[in-house]
């Protein structure tokens, strides 16, 4: 079972000391916060593409790193690297070939009743106000969908004026970046 696996091998690490090398405090070295997708091919690819090592940035993740609510968790992430942990800057890092790219909310929903979710459960949601289209609804463009979290961003009432939004889009197979906008 994986779980094992994992608690075996932190056992090892713990005993090891191998952590050491990693320490570093809560301020992000190069005073940034990257807000980028969950997607597996980034776990080790961002970082080593960007030159970014522990504790260099605050990174922030979720499907597609789309960005459309300013008072979501990711903001309130955002503003506390900020506000809290000096964070001068923040880049926003979409991907080619995301998940979240040409997503159905149709389909999602679909997929939630055949794993056991209801309809009551379902319009419990509806009723609290969350409205599952737009919560579940991709892009067909990443670069626009990039340009639209980093307007959230830049629009915000609490962002202090001396902070950059950048956004960028990474390919995830070879790291290349591409600027969509610089703060």
């Known amino acids: 079972m994986l779980l094992d696996e994992i608690l075996a091998y932190n056992k090892e690490f713990v005993n090891e000391k191998e952590y050491e090398p990693l320490r570093t405090d809560n301020i992000p070295n190069k005073r940034t916060v990257i807000f980028t997708c969950m997607d597996t091919r980034l776990v080790e690819l961002l970082p080593k593409a960007l030159d970014?090592?522990?504790g260099d940035v605050k990174m922030v993740k979720?499907?597609?790193?789309?960005?459309r609510?300013?008072?979501?968790?990711?903001m309130k992430g955002i503003l506390v690297a900020i506000y809290e942990l000096?964070?001068?800057q923040v880049m926003v890092i979409g991907h080619h070939d995301c998940g979240m790219s040409h997503t159905d909310p149709a389909a999602f929903k679909q997929s939630l009743m055949e794993n056991g979710i209801t309809e009551d459960a379902l319009n419990t949601l509806e009723h609290s106000g969350i409205d599952l289209d737009n919560e579940f609804s991709g892009f067909d463009s990443v670069e626009d969908s990039v340009k639209e979290s980093v307007s959230v961003v830049?629009?915000?009432?609490?962002?202090?004026?001396?902070?950059?939004?950048?956004?960028l889009v990474i390919d995830p197979a070879t790291g290349k970046l591409d600027l969509v906008t610089r703060g």
């Open 62 to 67: 979720n499907a597609g790193a789309i960005l």
């Open 69 to 74: 609510d300013p008072f979501d968790s990711i």
């Open 154 to 167: 830049r629009n915000h009432p609490l962002l202090p004026s001396y902070v950059n939004v950048h956004g």
């Open 52 to 54: 970014i090592r522990n």
């Open 86 to 88: 000096k964070a001068e």
